[in-house]
């Protein structure tokens, strides 16, 4: 029989730990998929171990393992490797001997390799995990429901991020901020607010908020609002509604926690 599985130190458990968000050996695979080439490569290893050395084993318990097998090349969609599991299986028949079966399962391997050397495969750092997964709306359920318009790039500015591409995920909030701050602007009675500056706008919104009953508590929770895009302001170091040429990954950090928790509150007051 083969023996019990275990988790070996392969290529495949030091690529994962390589610097995040840093391009990796075919062995690092993105998202779920990881766990499934390990799984994958340590079984074939191990059958290989097992033929090689001649230790006894049944065809049945091979071919359970061949269908474990197969489960872990379709989750990884390796088709060669697939119809080659096929193969195998339907090749097993009473009397064949181990060294039939590890020719067979070490082509098995090369094919493994071959396919995913073809791939390119990107490591995301566990930080980043809920960037780019996103099991939750990245800005919350209540602006998913309020600014469905922002809901595309909310999301890609999470997974940019997550990809260590700031200055694009600058991009995705920037369009973000400009249909939120229509929408504020719009509900103070301000015109083509989008067209401002940041400074303009800011202004002319105090002017509004200025103008209102100062002890209703819409006219605070507007303060507030306007307070919030102050801070967005600052963390664009922009006077005008555009971003610089470039951005770091800390710089697009600052600004998505600062657009998040200016539009969760604008949400709440529109």
Known sequence: MFPALREPET???????????????????????????????????????????????????????????????????????????????????????????????????????????????????????????QSEPLFGKDVEAKFPEMSEDIAEAGKCLALERPTAAVFHLMRTMEIAVQRFGDKLGIRLASEKNWQNILDEMNKAIKALDQKAAQTKAYAEASALLYNVKLCWRNAVMHPKQTYTTEEARALLNAVSVFIRDLAGIL
């Open 11 to 133: 290529d495949c458990n030091l690529a994962v730990r390589s610097r995040p968000g840093s391009l990796v050996t075919l062995m690092a695979i993105l998202e779920v998929k990881a766990d499934a080439f390990c799984r994958l490569s340590s079984m074939i290893g191990q059958m290989i171990i097992a033929l090689a050395q001649n230790w006894t084993t049944e065809m049945g318990a091979v071919a359970g393992t061949l269908g474990e097998l197969q489960r872990e090349a379709q989750r990884l969609d390796l088709r060669s490797v697939d119809q080659h599991l096929s193969r195998i299986y339907e090749s097993i028949k009473p009397g064949m001997t181990n060294q039939v079966m590890h020719g067979m399962v070490v082509e098995l391997y090369n094919r493994m390799l071959d396919e995913l050397n073809d791939r390119f495969f990107l490591s995301i750092s566990a930080e980043d995990v809920k960037h780019y997964r």
